[in-house]
């Protein structure tokens, strides 16, 4: 919110199965800024229509590579204000015709910022309400171009009470992490051991 995004504006994650996807969503749901999750397996140009469709501003990529990969799609994007990438930055970026900034340094300024004014930080996230946006969820598009559905807050807690209700899960429990998170199902399952207070342990790829 420091750097000027609003309640409301939408940042996009792509990224394999890992904690660093879990973790900004989460910031971005406690600031109120509705997320946009992609699969890593979505052609760039298709990148290029949900970020564009969403109006993204802000965009949350996992490596150098993929930042290759979407370079040539990124540039033609006049909303999207920057890229944030979880891993180190490389000695030479692309051109993404906006700044490329290190997750790892937005990170370190918001623990400075919480320390000084957690307070507001902690009134805005629960200044929530149930029909706020929380997510856009995409279809995967083998049917033409990835259609965008719009989940609120009350859909999530919804969906979370109601099987927590039902299931026997609590802070004894662990749970693999390893469905795509732009996945509703495992999105959901992500705010459900939240709920329930157990464990979630990330696994990007499951050894055969």
């Known amino acids: 919110r420091a750097r000027g995004m609003q309640r409301g504006?939408?940042?996009?994650?792509?990224?394999?199965?890992?904690?660093?996807?879990?973790?900004?969503?989460?910031?971005?749901?406690?600031a109120r800024l509705p997320t946009v999750g992609i699969y890593p397996s979505t052609r760039p140009d298709q990148v290029e229509h949900i970020l564009r469709h969403s109006g993204a501003r802000l965009l949350v990529v996992d490596s150098a590579h993929r930042l290759e990969t979407l370079a040539p799609v990124l540039r033609g994007l006049p909303a999207l204000e920057a890229v944030l990438l979880m891993d180190p930055l490389p000695e030479v970026a692309p051109d993404l015709g906006c700044p490329?900034?290190?997750?790892?340094?937005?990170?370190?300024?918001?623990?400075?910022?919480?320390?000084?004014?957690?307070?507001?930080?902690?009134?805005?996230?629960?200044?929530?309400?149930?029909?706020?946006?929380?997510?856009?969820?995409?279809?995967?598009?083998?049917?033409?171009?990835?259609?965008g559905a719009m989940l609120s807050q009350r859909n999530l807690?919804?969906?979370?009470?109601?099987?927590?209700?039902?299931?026997?899960?609590?802070?004894?429990?662990?749970?693999?992490?390893?469905?795509?998170?732009?996945?509703?199902?495992?999105?959901y399952t992500l705010y459900l051991g939240m709920r329930v207070g157990s464990q979630g342990w990330y696994l990007g790829e499951i050894p055969r």
């Open 9 to 30: 504006d939408r940042v996009a994650i792509l990224a394999e199965v890992r904690g660093d996807w879990a973790r900004v969503d989460l910031a971005a749901l406690a």
């Open 100 to 147: 490329l900034e290190s997750l790892a340094a937005l990170v370190e300024a918001g623990v400075v910022r919480l320390a000084q004014e957690e307070e507001a930080v902690l009134a805005e996230a629960h200044g929530a309400g149930p029909d706020d946006l929380a997510t856009l969820v995409y279809t995967s598009g083998t049917t033409g171009e990835p259609k």
């Open 157 to 187: 807690f919804s969906v979370s009470e109601t099987v927590a209700s039902l299931l026997d899960f609590g802070p004894a429990d662990r749970s693999i992490v390893y469905l795509p998170l732009a996945h509703i199902l495992q999105r």
